[in-house]
């Protein structure tokens, strides 16, 4: 049996499809996992046990040149992920494929459920976060240059969002439609979706309420296990005193990022505490020689979160998970897209705080510690860790499973 899980995206994205891989790969699944092809990726999916298929540019590359206002217009980028996926993705399907799972970026879970149209693969797209599933409970996310109109209820804003869909997309997906053989669609979204989507979160983190808009599965998230050891150096440093703060921002090129360690330094500091600097997209570090402060690059969250005081982080669906599960308290800086959602929802639980905007300074970092690092938090973190599930990659596992098998 052979599968193609695919996605488009940073670091984030495409843990969780190595996550649901490494699930397969114990059923003697042959897992093929078109990604970008940077280097940490083919790394990660190698610890899957799933063979990268390098499609596009480097990721890590453009995300940078877009954080720089560089990147490629929108369009320009829409039609540069059809022009390179679909090729990769026909290749696949043609020297055979029995399921298609795609993640991310809109064209690309487009092109692979038309590709999988087109050649009778049984699909299925998942989200890996709430915000873009349509319900008649919450607004659609209003994308940059795509704002909401006002005076609009829920449902009325998901038809909006339905044609703005298909007026940014429908063109580049339906010409590459028509390339390989297929009628056009006049609703791109719907199309894509299915009708029936799989949302990679935790029930107890992120509780999805069923809505008549869209027919949603809910897996639990999609984790890869990690036994990597820490390196020798850091658990020297976390030996050598009490539980540090962890800071890390992902795969996001934070602006100012100089400004945003030095603030993260000081509000440490002013708790009295030590720090651990995750390097991450955003080169954090350091601003002194003080024995306080170490910095790490790759490193394995699931063991380091365990022995941290708290987790200060951007607010991506992976990160939120694993620090919840870890049981320690969190602040959560949102930077972009769904993580303001999650800092809401680390919030509402009390294992945390959400940081206002996205700017760090060392008096709002401080009072935010303040509320994660309150004897009340970190007895709710500690509660709430046990009951997020670790078997959501299993659940999809056997729903992937399910589908290949189906005539």
Known sequence: MRVLLASRGSRGDIEPLAGLAARLVAEDVEVVVAAPPDREFTELLDRAGARHLPVDAPIRAMVQSIAKGTGPS???????????????????????????????????????????????IPFASAALQPTTLPSHTRRPFPMPGWPLPE??????????????????FGGPVNAFRESIGLPSTEDVRTRTLTGHRWLATDPVLSPWEPTDLIEVVQTGAWILPDDRPLPADL???????????????????????????????????????RAVLARGWAGLAPVDEGADCFAVGEVNQQALFARVAAVVHHGGAGTTHAATRSGAPQVIVPQIVDQPYWGGRVAALGVGALHEGPVPTAETLTAALAIALAPETRRRAAEVGPAIRADGADTAAGLVLGMAASP
């Open 74 to 120: 929108m369009q320009q980028h829409i039609g540069e992920i059809v022009a390179s996926h679909g090729p990769a993705f026909t290749a696949v399907a043609e020297s055979g494929c029995d399921a298609v799972v795609a993640t991310g970026l809109f064209p690309v879970v487009a092109t692979a459920q038309a590709v999988a149209e087109r050649y009778g």
């Open 235 to 273: 658990e020297a440093f976390l030996d050598a005193g009490e539980p540090p703060v962890y800071f890390g921002f992902g795969s996001i090129p934070v602006r100012g990022a100089e400004d945003a360690a030095r603030a993260v330094v000081e509000s440490v500091r002013a708790h009295g505490r």
């Open 151 to 168: 005076g609009l209820g829920n449902r009325e804003l998901w038809e909006w969002d339905k044609r703005k869909t298909q007026g940014v």
